[in-house]
């Protein structure tokens, strides 16, 4: 089984609806400069476990009011034992939601297709083209990225993107931009960048956007997702 790297025992912000614990599994093939799960990325093995028996301790225990399990990293993806870990929690009747990037297309297909998951929230970086990579910190195939794409938006589950907007990084523009390579979404997140831990220590420095500013960029994509919210 996976080695856990990090457990909420309950998140409210995770999964639209529902109370949720969420796991967090180490490593990532992404570098994002303004990424605040630094220690997952670079520091993994400095980290100290956490034993799934007591994640299932927990489980068991608020059965009564947990609703699902939340598997995020770094990126889960990369991680082979992944379906296993996602037939884990099936097995102890809770719904898994998949936190991904979108990089590895085919075991996301497998997951959707074989019925494991019951919602997905995929990472957009940015636009379709040369500033994707420059988000993500390292050379990216965007043909995977489509191809996760379209896999989420003809799943069947509730899904969503997300864009972590950081200063520097995305400016308004490239928000309607990477919009339009979503068209038609049934729910978009423009996630509020947070200068704590981040995987590039200058990114500390960056004053975020206001609400303000995220919410003309939100107000802009509204014609082309169903649905489009500011988080912080």
């Given at each position: 089984m996976l080695e856990i790297k990090g457990f909420n025992p309950n998140t409210l912000l995770d999964w639209d609806g529902k109370i949720a614990s969420i796991i967090f599994l180490p490593g990532c093939n992404f570098r994002c400069?303004?990424?605040?799960?630094?220690?997952?990325?670079?520091?993994?093995?400095?980290?100290?476990?956490?034993?799934?028996?007591?994640?299932?301790?927990?489980?068991?225990?608020?059965?009564?009011?947990?609703?699902?399990?939340?598997?995020?990293?770094?990126?889960?993806?990369?991680?082979?034992?992944?379906?296993?870990?996602?037939?884990?929690?099936?097995?102890?009747?809770?719904?898994?939601?998949l936190y991904t990037n979108g990089s590895r297309p085919a075991v996301l297909c497998d997951l959707v297709q074989s019925g494991r998951l019951a919602a997905v929230s995929m990472d957009l970086k940015g636009p379709l083209d040369d500033r994707y990579s420059r988000a993500a910190g390292t050379p990216v195939d965007l043909d995977a990225i489509r191809a996760s794409i379209d896999i989420v938006m003809s799943s069947g589950?509730?899904?969503?993107?997300?864009?972590?907007?950081?200063?520097?990084?995305?400016?308004?523009?490239?928000?309607?931009?990477?919009?339009?390579?979503?068209?038609?979404?049934?729910?978009?997140?423009?996630?509020?960048?947070?200068?704590?831990?981040?995987?590039?220590?200058?990114?500390?420095k960056i004053k975020p956007y206001t609400e303000d500013e995220l919410?003309?960029?939100?107000?802009?994509?509204?014609?082309?997702v169903k649905k489009c919210i500011v988080q912080k």
């Open positions: 400069p303004y990424c605040h799960a630094s220690a997952l990325v670079k520091n993994a093995a400095g980290l100290p476990p956490v034993q799934l028996s007591e994640v299932d301790a927990y489980l068991e225990k608020n059965r009564a009011w947990i609703d699902g399990v939340v598997i995020s990293g770094g990126e889960a993806t990369w991680h082979n034992g992944l379906p296993a870990l996602v037939d884990h929690f099936r097995g102890l009747a809770l719904a898994v939601k589950i509730p899904y969503e993107f997300r864009t972590t907007v950081c200063p520097t990084i995305l400016a308004h523009d490239d928000v309607v931009d990477a919009a339009r390579a979503i068209e038609g979404a049934e729910l978009f997140i423009l996630q509020q960048f947070r200068p704590v831990d981040c995987l590039d220590p200058e990114f500390e919410g003309r960029m939100a107000e802009s994509v509204k014609g082309m």
